[in-house]
C-alpha cells in the first residue's frame, strides 16, 4: 500500500523518550473518563480478519452471557471467509444458534441500534432478516430506539462472561472483513451474498480482568435503558483468552470514556469531547489521528490553537479519501473540505499533514478505524470520530490508555510501536523499516 497525501506536510518529528512523554497522566475519572480499570491482558486488533475470528473463539468459551452492543449486526456474516479454523459454524446467527444449543447455561443478548429504514435498506440489517436467527428463548434481540431523534447508538461492544471484552470501532456486519495487507481483488473480501466489497482498515481493542467486567457492567446498564429489563452479572467463568491474539500490553490500567446525549432524565456525558481537548492540549511532540470523518469545530479549534505554537507537536491525521454512502458523503464530506482548510491556513509552521491510504493498485482504502497516539504516550480505540456527532449527539465508548498512570517506559516503547505499525500498514512497509526512517528524518 501507499499513502496520498491530501497535503503534503513536514516528515514527523523524532522521538524523545526523555522529554516527549507528558509529565502527568491525562485520564481523570469524572472528567474524560468514566472508570479507570486494570487489565491483565489488552490487546489492539487491527482490521476485523483478526476481530471476527478472536470473538469466535472467545464466544466458544462462554458458559453464561454474551453481550452484543453495537450500532448494526449481520447474522449471514462469515466469521473466518478464509477458512474455518475454530470449532462450530462459521456464519454469525448459525454459530450463536449453535453455542445456545450446545451449552444449556449460555444466554445470548444482542442490542442494535433502532436503524432508520434509509440505513438499513440493503444491509440485511433489517429486523426481519435479524429476528430469523433467534431459535432459543436464550437468544435475546431488542432494537435501541432510545435516542433523541437523528441520534445513533454507535458504540460497538461484546462481552463475554464478563471475562474477555471487545470494544473499539468495528462493526459486526457485511462489508467489515479484511485484513492489514488490503489486498486488490481479495476473494474473501465479498457480501454475503457474494459481491465484491471495497478494502477497509479498522481497529477494536480486546481487554480482560477488571476492564473486561467494567465493559460488562456498561453493557448491561445499556440494555436496562433500552428495555427495562435487568440483568445479573454473570458468575465468575476463566474464559481462555484466544490463543492466536499477542497481548500488546500486560497488566495495565486504562480509562472508559462515553458519549451520551441528553434524553429525556438522562443527563448527557461528554467525557469523550473532554479528552479529545485535554489530549491535544497536552501533546508536546506529536499526535496521530485516525477518524472516518473529521468535522469537529471544537477540534479544529484546538489543533489549530496548537499548530500556532512557534514549539506545538506536530499531527497527522489519516482518513478515508470520501465518507461511506451518498448521504454521509453529502453531509461530512463538505464540512470536512472546510475544517480542513482552515486548519491548513492556520498551520503557520507546516507541522499538520493529512492522508488517505491506498492499495497496490491505488484503490482508495476506506478508514473506519478511530485511534489516537499522543507522544507515544496515550493510545485511544474506540467508536468515536472527530465529528459533532461523537462528541454529544450520539452514544459512544472509547478505551483509553495513558502511560503516565504508572506506566514504565516499556509501555511507551509499545505505543510508539503501534504507531509505527499503524503508519507501516498504511505506507506498505515493515514497521521496522518505517522506524528507521523516522529515526534518520
Not at 522529554?19 to 486494570?38: D, F, K, Y
Not at 489488552?42 to 452471557?65: G, N, S, W
Not at 465493559?215 to 467463568?237: F, H, I, K, Q, Y
Not at 506536530?314 to 458523503?329: D, K, N, S, T
Amino acid at each position: 500500500m501507499a499513502a496520498r497525501g491530501a497535503r503534503a506536510g513536514a516528515g514527523l518529528a523524532t522521538r524523545n523518550a526523555t522529554t516527549g512523554i507528558n509529565v502527568s497522566p491525562i485520564l481523570q475519572t469524572g472528567r474524560n473518563c468514566w472508570r479507570i480499570e486494570r487489565a491483565d491482558r489488552l490487546a489492539l486488533i487491527i482490521d476485523a480478519a483478526d476481530y471476527f475470528r478472536a470473538v469466535k473463539q472467545a464466544m466458544v468459551e462462554a458458559r453464561h452471557t454474551i453481550m452484543m452492543i453495537g450500532w448494526d449486526f449481520d447474522m449471514r456474516i462469515s466469521l473466518e471467509p478464509q477458512g474455518a479454523t475454530i470449532e462450530g459454524p462459521n456464519r454469525l446467527g448459525e454459530f450463536l444458534n449453535w453455542l445456545t444449543e450446545r451449552t444449556p447455561t449460555l444466554n445470548t443478548y444482542v442490542l442494535q441500534w433502532d436503524l432508520s429504514t434509509i440505513e438499513a435498506l440493503g444491509r440485511g440489517a433489517l429486523p426481519i432478516f435479524i429476528t430469523d436467527w433467534v431459535t432459543s428463548d436464550r437468544q435475546h434481540f431488542r432494537l435501541d430506539g432510545v435516542h433523541p431523534m437523528g441520534a445513533a447508538h454507535h458504540a460497538k461492544i461484546v462481552v463475554i462472561d464478563d471475562a474477555i471484552a471487545f470494544c473499539g470501532g468495528i462493526d459486526m456486519t457485511a462489508d467489515r472483513w479484511d485484513t492489514p495487507a488490503h489486498a486488490d481483488d481479495d476473494p474473501c473480501r465479498v457480501t454475503p451474498s457474494g459481491n465484491p466489497t471495497k478494502p477497509w482498515h479498522d481497529a477494536t481493542l480486546a481487554v480482560d480482568g477488571d476492564l473486561a467486567r467494567a465493559l460488562g457492567e456498561l453493557a448491561r446498564r445499556r440494555w436496562v435503558l433500552a428495555t427495562e429489563e435487568v440483568l445479573t452479572p454473570p458468575p465468575a467463568n476463566a474464559v481462555n483468552w484466544p490463543a492466536h491474539l499477542e497481548p500488546t500490553f500486560r497488566d495495565v490500567e486504562a480509562g472508559i470514556a462515553r458519549t451520551f446525549p441528553t434524553h429525556e432524565d438522562r443527563e448527557e456525558v461528554r467525557e469523550i469531547e473532554a479528552f479529545y481537548l485535554d489530549a491535544i492540549a497536552a501533546a508536546r511532540q506529536t499526535i496521530y489521528f485516525e477518524s472516518q470523518y473529521f468535522a469537529s469545530r471544537a477540534i479544529a479549534d484546538a489543533i489549530a490553537r496548537r499548530l500556532a505554537e512557534p514549539e506545538g507537536p506536530e499531527i497527522v491525521l489519516v482518513m478515508p479519501e470520501h465518507a461511506e454512502g451518498w448521504l454521509r458523503r453529502k453531509a461530512m464530506d463538505g464540512a470536512r473540505q472546510k475544517m480542513l482548510h482552515e486548519v491548513w491556513q492556520r498551520d503557520v509552521h507546516g507541522r499538520f499533514a493529512a492522508y488517505y491510504p491506498v492499495t497496490a493498485k491505488g484503490v482508495a482504502i476506506y478508514v473506519h478505524a478511530k485511534v489516537t497516539v499522543i507522544d507515544d504516550g496515550v493510545l485511544r480505540v474506540g467508536s468515536s470520530n472527530l465529528n459533532n456527532r461523537s462528541l454529544g449527539f450520539d452514544s459512544e465508548c472509547d478505551i483509553v490508555l495513558d502511560t503516565e498512570l504508572g506506566g514504565s517506559q516499556a509501555e511507551r516503547d509499545t505505543v510508539h510501536a503501534v504507531r509505527s505499525a499503524l503508519l507501516g500498514e498504511h505506507l506498505g512497509v515493515d514497521p521496522a523499516t518505517f522506524k528507521e526512517a523516522l529515526a534518520e528524518t
